[in-house]
């Protein structure tokens, strides 16, 4: 399955998984000294603005260079330690939805394009989009323990 395809499929299930979390388990720390639930969402609401720049430009551009993003300081700077889960979900699928509707418009020739993020090496766009659908499922993971603890 192409990584296009591949996209729209895994929101698709992440989503689904992210409404199966209880909101009430959200306001905990996913450890001892780390995010709340409610901030670990927001972080990943911080990571779609980010990519929906990374993708656009080099689907548009065929070259991405930008800056990464302090993502401790973006998590604090919006508060999400104060905003409801569901409100952060209605965020992040609205978020991700146009990010999907973004991906599934990319030529397949534009998947090439390098992409250099902060000062690492340039990779395809193919892979930052793939990047972030494993960051995804990462935190998801973080989420889900949460939720069944």
Not at 8 to 21: C, D, K, M, Q
Not at 75 to 99: F, I, P
Not at 124 to 136: K, R, S, T
Request: hydrophobic share 40%; net charge neutral.
């Amino acid at each position: 399955m192409s990584v296009i395809a591949e996209f729209a499929a895994e929101i698709a299930r992440v989503e689904a998984r992210l409404r199966a979390i209880r909101a009430e388990r959200t306001t905990r720390e996913i450890r001892p000294g780390g995010w709340r639930g409610t901030e670990v969402l927001g972080h990943l609401i911080d990571s779609a603005l980010n990519n929906h720049q990374r993708f656009v430009r080099a689907a548009l551009e065929g070259t991405y260079a930008g800056p990464g993003y302090h993502q401790p300081g973006w998590v604090q700077a919006h508060g999400y330690a104060e905003v409801s889960w569901a409100d952060l979900l209605a965020l992040w699928r609205s978020e991700n939805s146009l990010l999907t509707r973004v991906v599934t418009r990319i030529p397949e020739e534009r998947l090439s394009a390098p992409c250099r993020v902060g000062d690492k090496e340039p990779t395809p766009l193919a892979a930052v989009i793939e990047g972030y659908l494993q960051h995804l499922l990462h935190h998801l993971a973080q989420l889900e323990r949460l939720n069944a603890a």
